[in-house]
């Protein structure tokens, strides 16, 4: 299996076996979560420190109910976004928080890289919750952990994930090509050609701009959210034509196979990347929904981060 | 008068076509006589140079000096201890000082510190626009009369075409060569790395290719249509290279500059978010470094120029996308460079002519940039073969910032002479 990483700053890091322990993990956090009332008591004693730089309900929450359900110390902090002026209080920030000794220090950031310049600052272990454009790692553990857990445990491999929109800036996008793909299984990329970056085929993705032609062959399709400001960057002439060429609408959700998953890391645009009554699971049979199904999932996937890396400093257990 | 002799060095002066073991002789700042085994009577000052090389003090085209304005970052003292430490002897410096070197009197200003605390020559290049805005022209003729060489808003781009195009007219009429930050800003943004397949992995903006190539396009364009003396500031793409080797061949005024750091690194230097290797032009691939050093080997690229760019560390542990750009370059050029001479690309001669003849050339500086009878005693002395290991805390920038900390390289500057005052030697400044 070889040693975890210090930090969880990306997926890129892990490998296979690593990844199926913190499956596994949540496998076995998820069954003790459903007992009402039942805590565990893996963190107790040790401090977590939820700092979250940039607006967040979803992760935020999710991170503070599962260290919360691990008797770990939780203080959550959302201090402004820095700017260069204050670029070195994000150091004089982190070496006060280092003072303190906290185990876990959980980060969300707007800019690409701060988990990991954070990290030199401390001895804690560093749990990315998003940076920039490069990785959020606990969003694809949970959405590998939710394909597992309603295709089977072995669905992964083979599997083909179609992942759509905003591949150029989404942090989601990055970190579940590396996990899909070391999980064994094939991705296709498809987005307007202004938002599928240079390089990205050697992800080892395939590459695409024509949702139609890959739709039908999904096992699972991701799609990614898409944020007002592209537009406004000229990124595509407006929301409407990227609904029309890219969006999930009535008419493709019924091309796509019977069996196949529908994600999105949310908030979802209704009627923008998703057709509100595709998202609402209006349309009877046919693919399925599995938006709540990640949420829910974030929980036992954080407990299992927060417990396998906060054991592991300072010391350990 | 005051004599000083250069012993048993290997004198390497392309300008002369000398490359042997010569004697030289200094008299009163200037060179006397070049030959071999001069006498040693009535000579105020002997160094024995066996085993060195003896050059023409490089000449540095692009550098950072940040007084007025970022002394904490640099100043013209430090600055010059850096160049001579490095073997430069004239260095010119960036106008994007605070306030920007757009006046005579800013000229005047740094052209007095310079000579009052100043180790090695400094000549200052002014702003083309008033507060580098790109909007109106700056007072090109006062700074010239004031002492400039050069006009650049080196560290931004005009981006107003019309207002480059005057700028170049009128520095033409004041004989002033005209230095191009070449990037088109609407298409570089954010980015402070290289577009491509490392900055969608660490999901950084990045700035094409095309963002320079533009602008070289452009400004040979508008040498041509002015007749104006254009020079490529830290020229990085292959493409880039091929615009100004047709430019030349069509007969433009038109010369470049690579950086050492261009010639050496790649894009993956920026992995782990290193905002060390956060610079302008970003890093390129690996296909445009090896662009730029057959560049080198074919003689299009005219000169080498650090680009030094001193920046507090402060500046430098912040996001990557915030992080102040530029390295510090002035202590490192050397024995980076002489890797090219090691691995046969270039040969030693060679390596002196973009350092020193040609840069000496391109800036209009009577005089240096080479060893004749009669020029400027502005002298570098190096032992090419000494190992050495870059190591930041003991430059003499007050900056650390570099990509290069902990490189084992070969080659050591051992003396700097200018006008006939040893000014750096074995590791210390005298002065």
């Not at chain 1, 007992?35 to 893996?42: A, H, Q, R, S, V």
């Not at chain 1, 800036?169 to 299984?185: E, L, T, W």
């Not at chain 2, 140079?49 to 003896?54: E, F, I, P, R, Y």
Request: charge should be neutral; hydrophobic fraction near 40%; proline fraction near 4%.
């Amino acid at each position: 299996m070889g040693e975890f990483p210090k930090d969880l700053l990306g997926i890129k890091a892990l490998n296979v076996s690593q990844l199926q322990t913190l499956l596994d993990e949540a496998a076995r956090f998820k069954g003790l979560s459903e007992i009402p009332g039942k805590k565990g008591e893996e963190l107790k004693g040790k401090t977590v420190i939820n700092l979250f730089f940039e607006p967040s309900t979803r992760t935020r929450t999710s991170f503070e109910i599962a260290a919360r359900r691990l008797s770990a110390d939780l203080l959550t902090m959302t201090p402004q976004a820095t700017s260069l002026a204050k670029g070195e209080s994000l150091k004089d920030m982190m070496e006060n928080l280092e003072a303190m000794r906290p185990d876990v220090i959980v980060v969300r950031h707007g800019a690409s890289g701060i988990p990991g310049l954070l990290s030199k600052y401390t001895e804690a272990a560093v749990i990315s919750a998003g940076d920039g454009s490069h990785e959020h790692p606990t969003q694809a553990l949970l959405d590998l952990f939710t394909v597992q857990e309603i295709l089977g445990a072995d669905a992964l491999e083979g599997l083909h994930l179609v992942i759509v929109g905003d591949l150029a800036y989404s942090r989601v996008a990055r970190s579940n090509i590396y996990a899909f793909k070391k999980m064994g299984a094939r991705v296709t990329c498809v987005g307007p050609a202004t938002l599928l970056p240079p390089g990205l085929e050697s992800f080892g993705v395939h590459v695409s701009t024509d949702l139609d032609r890959e739709l039908p062959d999904a096992d699972v399709v991701m799609l990614l959210r898409i944020q007002k400001e592209r537009q406004e960057k000229m990124n595509f002439p407006s929301l409407a034509e990227y609904t029309r060429f890219f969006g999930l609408t009535k008419e493709r959700f019924s091309r796509m196979k019977k069996e196949a998953l529908i994600m999105h890391p949310g908030p979802i645009n209704r009627g923008v990347e998703i057709d509100p009554d595709v998202a609402d699971g209006l349309m009877g049979s046919g693919p399925k929904i599995v938006i709540l199904d990640q949420v829910k999932n974030g929980i036992p996937v954080r407990m299992a981060v927060l417990s396998l890396w906060g054991c592991a400093r300072r010391g350990g257990v | 008068m005051t004599a000083l002799l250069i012993k048993n060095g290997r004198l390497v002066d392309p300008s002369e076509r000398k490359d042997g073991i010569f004697d030289i002789l200094c008299v009163d700042g200037k060179i006397e006589r070049v030959a071999k085994g001069l006498s040693h009577s009535s000579v105020d000052q002997i160094i024995e140079a066996k085993g060195w090389v003896v050059a023409p003090g490089f000449v540095d085209l692009h550098t950072h000096l940040r007084e007025p304005g970022f002394e904490y970052k640099e100043d013209i003292r430090s600055g010059t201890e850096a160049a001579a430490a490095g073997g430069f002897t004239s260095i010119l410096c960036m106008a994007n000082t605070h306030p920007v070197n757009d006046n005579a009197v800013i000229t005047e200003y740094i052209v007095k510190k310079a000579k009052e605390t100043g180790v090695v020559n400094v000549f200052p290049v002014g702003a083309v626009t008033r507060g580098l805005e790109g909007k109106s022209l700056a007072d090109i003729g006062q700074m010239a009369k004031a002492g400039i060489l050069a006009i650049s808003d080196d560290g931004r781009c005009v981006m107003d075409s019309a207002v480059m195009r005057k700028g170049m007219q009128y520095a033409r009429g004041f004989g002033l060569l005209v230095i191009s930050h070449a990037e088109d800003e609407c298409l570089s943004g954010q980015g402070s790395m290289n577009e491509g397949l490392v900055a969608t992995e660490l999901g950084l903006p990045g700035s094409p290719n095309a963002a320079e190539e533009i602008i070289v396009a452009r400004d040979i364009a508008l040498a041509e249509l002015t007749k104006a003396r254009l020079h490529i500031a830290h020229l990085s793409t292959r493409v880039s290279l091929e615009l100004v080797r047709a430019a030349k061949k069509r007969g433009v005024h038109v010369t470049c500059e690579v950086t050492p750091h261009h010639l050496t690194i790649t894009d993956e230097a920026v992995r782990g978010y290193n905002t060390f290797a956060s610079v302008r032009p970003p890093l390129r691939s690996e296909e445009d470094v090896k662009a730029l050093r057959r560049g080198l080997k074919e003689g299009v690229i005219d000169a080498i120029a650090t680009d030094h760019a001193p920046h507090a560390i402060f500046e430098k542990e912040v996001e990557f996308i915030q992080a102040a750009h530029g390295l510090v370059g002035l202590e490192t050029a050397l024995p980076l460079c002489l890797k090219f001479v090691d691995d046969k690309t270039i040969r030693l001669a060679d390596l002196v002519r973009l350092l020193s003849a040609n840069p000496a050339k391109i800036a209009g500086l009577k005089g240096k940039g080479t060893l004749k009878p009669g020029s400027d005693a502005d002298i570098v002395m190096f032992d090419p073969s000494e190992k050495v290991t870059i190591t930041s805390e003991k430059f003499r920038s007050k900056a650390r910032n570099t990509p290069f900390e902990g490189w084992h390289l070969k080659g050591r500057v051992t003396g700097t002479i200018v006008g006939g005052k040893v000014v750096y030697h074995e590791g210390d400044i005298i002065s």
